[in-house]
């Protein structure tokens, strides 16, 4: 069960966070520091995160959720229709595969709270019961 404080973090909020030289690492940074909800992604974040990552920023992030700071969650086959449900309701934003399996994963656990720097889709987008997702604001 996810905590209902819980935030759900998106591709660019890990980018941000373990990228070097990225423009956002400071906002991510302080983001965390003043945040203690607890973090929870779906697994294919972590994967499109390390496209974007160098091999010891991979590193660092993957020892980072290994020590428990990002809970990460499996979509489980039987989630697949779902998903790709999603990806054909929101086919007019041509959705990746990463971000219907963090949508899958706000409907099923309830928890609305997402931290990325796509507000522009997931303001689009609907969590359980049709509500609006709730992205925190986190870049300076």
Not at 25 to 53: D, G, H
Not at 54 to 60: D, G, L, P
Not at 93 to 122: I, K, N, Y
Request: proline letters at 5%; charged letters at 25%; a positive charge.
């Amino acid at each position: 069960m996810i905590p209902a404080n819980a935030l759900l973090v998106d591709t660019g909020f890990l980018v941000a966070l373990f990228r070097r030289r990225d423009r956002l690492r400071s906002a991510a940074r302080n983001f965390l520091v003043a945040s203690k909800a607890p973090l929870v992604t779906a697994a294919p974040v972590i994967v499109e995160t390390c496209f974007f990552l160098k091999a010891e920023e991979k590193q660092n992030l993957l020892e980072w959720v290994r020590r428990g700071a990002l809970d990460v969650r499996e979509a489980p086959l039987d989630a697949y229709p779902r998903i790709s449900w999603l990806i054909g309701k929101h086919a007019d934003r041509d959705p990746d595969f990463t971000d219907m399996a963090l949508l899958w994963l706000a409907q099923e656990s309830g928890c609305r709270r997402v931290l990325t720097v796509d507000a522009a889709d997931f303001a689009v987008y609907r969590g359980k019961s049709g509500k609006a997702l709730d992205l925190p604001q986190w870049m300076d």
